[in-house]
Nanobody, 117 residues
């Protein structure tokens, strides 16, 4: 059982930055991809970004590539989401997830990110 714990969220002013961290409880040999999702108030959950074991990255929207950056530190079993130039519409609960066999099998509890205008 893989446990994922998010950290690094909080309140930030528009234009500010945050770096979210997703730490795994163990060396996740079975995890092929680790990703970030978010759910804004009153909206459906949406895919933000993912990174594979080999380092390949995918972003939910092309426009996010300039503001969001996903990376990983395999030695620390940690995946990061660097978010710059944050906007009020980025306010959401952000979730870390791990995929095995093309299924998002494991989820963190989520962490709040609030961007004040």
């Amino acid at each position: 059982q893989v446990q994922l714990v998010e950290s690094g969220g909080g309140l930030v002013q528009a234009g500010g930055s945050l770096r979210l961290s997703c730490s795994a409880s163990e060396r996740t040999f079975s995890v092929a991809v680790t990703g970030w999702f978010r759910r804004a108030p009153g909206k459906e959950r949406e895919f933000v970004a993912s990174i594979s074991r080999s380092g390949g990255t995918t972003y939910g929207q092309d426009s996010w590539k300039g503001r969001f950056s996903i990376s990983r530190d395999a030695a620390k079993n940690t995946v990061y989401l660097q978010m710059n130039n944050l906007k009020p519409e980025d306010t959401a609960v952000y979730y870390c997830a791990a995929s095995t066999n093309s299924v998002w099998s494991y989820w963190g509890q989520g962490i709040q990110v609030t961007v004040a205008s």
